[in-house]
């Protein structure tokens, strides 16, 4: 499994090395006991602030439990067989995933800089790439535990997984140019957020619900 996809498989490895180089060279650019942002509010200012020895580091660290995680599950997973046959889809997943964390430790070491990114509509914008990959990759992943969605209907019958997923992966492209459109329409900064959430709920929603109409239609007698 881990021979598939090795270009792939490298990127997801290199990208959080490179995180943390970069947040080494930024710590090296900082004054002793400098503090950094970890946690940006609504409008996009920084609220929440750590010692640059850990904050430049955390999101990092966060992107290698994830990895690690992801690639270890086909090993863990009880259908790991459906798992590996998803590989490629799990591992572009897992490389989107892997560029928004990136981009928020960018914004991280830029804030710590001086510099004054546009969080909220930087945010709006990979989130909404996150989603336009997962919903490309979404009627791809086969039947399985972690990944993808996963309602009592969905894992209980693979028809109505594969029904669902194929409508999910359009409802999750149309969210994500709608968020990309958003931010480049430049929505208010303050306005990020809120869409952001309503767009995950309307996705949760309507996926959830088509799983269990299509298991209503598929139980009939």
Not at 9 to 19: E, V
Not at 158 to 174: A, I, Q, S, Y
Not at 194 to 218: A, D, F, Q
Request: hydrophobic fraction near 55%; glycine fraction near 8%; proline fraction near 5%.
């Amino acid at each position: 499994m881990f021979k598939q996809h090795p270009l792939r498989l490298s990127l997801a490895l290199a990208l959080p090395i490179a995180m943390a180089l970069a947040g080494l060279w930024a710590l090296t650019q900082l004054p002793d006991g400098a503090r950094v942002p970890i946690h940006f509010d609504a409008a996009g200012q920084a609220n929440g602030w750590a010692d640059a020895r850990w904050g430049l580091f955390l999101v990092p660290l966060l992107t290698i439990f994830t990895a690690g995680t992801i690639l270890v599950l086909p090993l863990v997973d009880p259908r790991g067989d459906k798992l590996r046959q998803s590989w490629r889809a799990t591992l572009n997943i897992l490389l989107a995933v892997e560029v928004l964390l990136a981009a928020v430790q960018a914004m991280i070491i830029l804030s710590a800089l001086g510099q004054q990114p546009d969080v909220g509509r930087w945010m709006l914008l990979m989130v909404g790439g996150l989603f336009a990959v997962i919903g490309n990759m979404l009627g791809k992943v086969r039947w399985n535990y972690t990944v993808g969605i996963r309602t009592p209907w969905t894992l209980a019958n693979e028809r109505v997984w594969d029904k669902t997923h194929r409508f999910g992966g359009v409802v999750f492209v149309v969210a994500g140019l709608t968020l990309i459109a958003a931010a480049l329409l430049a929505v208010p900064s303050d306005l990020g957020v809120p869409l952001l959430i309503t767009t995950t709920i309307v996705c949760t929603v309507l996926c959830v619900g088509k799983s269990w109409l299509v298991w209503r239609t598929e139980s009939a007698p």
